[in-house]
């Protein structure tokens, strides 16, 4: 049924017994990858402590920071699932960063995305706070991409765009055009 990819260190043979099972329960008891996601992740973030991302998809590839070498990579029922524990429910996770974006422009969108996440109940509301918020701080168009499980495509404007994590929802802000 399971097949294991990879697995670091930081997950022994206990952890990855349970969470192979609290798998299993996730895709018995949900039809969808968000629901699923989210049941394994509440579960691991009680359990475990700290801040546990899921991500379930068709042949994906991921990129980002994780902590303590708590990675876990897996199939089921011709999934692929990756669970990564990652610095924690307060800080981001870095997914990706242009080199040439300004650091106060990085800095006042990290603080963005923050308020949004504090104030904002819904994701839809989010990006709309997002959007308004960068766009009124900062020159040219910007688009925001908001969610729990996602790869973007979208061209952008070179050096200008910013994709997080934080409390497992990724935020990808970037500038369209100028």
Known sequence: ???IIKVDSGIDAKQEFEISNIVKAAYD??????????????????????????TIGKQFTSCGT???????????????????????????????RDQGMNQAV???ILGIIQNAQQMQKNLS????????????????????ICGYDFNSRVPYVNNNLICVAKKGIRYTVLMISK
């Open 106 to 108: 990085f800095d006042s």
């Open 29 to 54: 008891r949900f039809n969808n990858q968000y629901d699923r996601s989210k049941y394994i992740s509440d579960y691991l973030d009680e359990k475990y402590g700290g801040c546990w991302r899921v």
């Open 125 to 144: 509301a989010q990006v709309e706070y997002i959007s308004e918020c960068v766009e009124s701080k900062h020159s040219g168009k910007w688009a925001v």
């Open 66 to 96: 994780y902590y303590l070498s708590q990675l876990l990579r897996l199939s089921y029922q011709n999934d692929q699932i990756e669970i990564v524990r990652t610095q924690g429910d307060s800080e981001f996770e870095i997914i990706q």
């Open 1 to 3: 049924m399971f097949q």
